[in-house]
Nanobody
Framework: QVQLVESGGGLTQAGGSLRLSCAASGRSFSAYVISWFRQVPGLDREFVGSIRQRGQTTFYEDSVKGRFIISRDNAKNMVYLQMNSLKPEDTAHYYC?????????????????WGQGTQVTVSS
C-alpha cells in the first residue's frame, strides 16, 4: 500500500515557475514508477510525465518537454515536478500516481495509487 499526497500548487503568472511535491508513505516506495497527470474539469486526465524507480529515466508528454522536470528522492519518499515557463494552458489539477512497471505510462487506468491532487492556476 502506498499513500500519495501532493502539495505546492497555487496561482502564478504566465512565464513563472512552481514546484509540486508528491510525498509518499507506505512500504516499497522505491519499487514504483511515479507519474504526474493533470486534469481540467470536463476533460480526461492527461499524462504529464514519469520517472523510473531509481530516477534513472524520465519521460515527458510533448507539450511540457523542456519546461517540466521530474525528480525523486527515494531516501525521503518524495517526487517533485518542477514546472518552468508556465502557460495558461498548464492550468489544471495535478496528480501524482504510482505503478510498478515502466509500461503504458499514458494509461491512467494502469496506476495503482493516486493522490488527491493539487491545483495549479496560471494567469495570462
Amino acid at each position: 500500500q502506498v499513500q500519495l499526497v501532493e502539495s505546492g500548487g497555487g496561482l502564478t503568472q504566465a512565464g513563472g515557475s512552481l514546484r509540486l511535491s508528491c510525498a509518499a508513505s507506505g512500504r516499497s516506495f522505491s519499487a514504483y514508477v511515479i507519474s504526474w497527470f493533470r486534469q481540467v474539469p470536463g476533460l480526461d486526465r492527461e499524462f504529464v510525465g514519469s520517472i523510473r524507480q531509481r530516477g534513472q529515466t524520465t519521460f515527458y508528454e510533448d507539450s511540457v518537454k523542456g519546461r517540466f522536470i521530474i525528480s525523486r528522492d527515494n531516501a525521503k519518499n518524495m517526487v517533485y515536478l518542477q514546472m518552468n515557463s508556465l502557460k495558461p494552458e498548464d492550468t489544471a489539477h495535478y496528480y501524482c500516481a504510482a505503478r510498478p512497471t515502466w509500461h503504458a505510462l499514458y494509461d491512467a487506468s494502469e496506476y495503482e495509487y493516486w493522490g488527491q491532487g493539487t491545483q495549479v492556476t496560471v494567469s495570462s
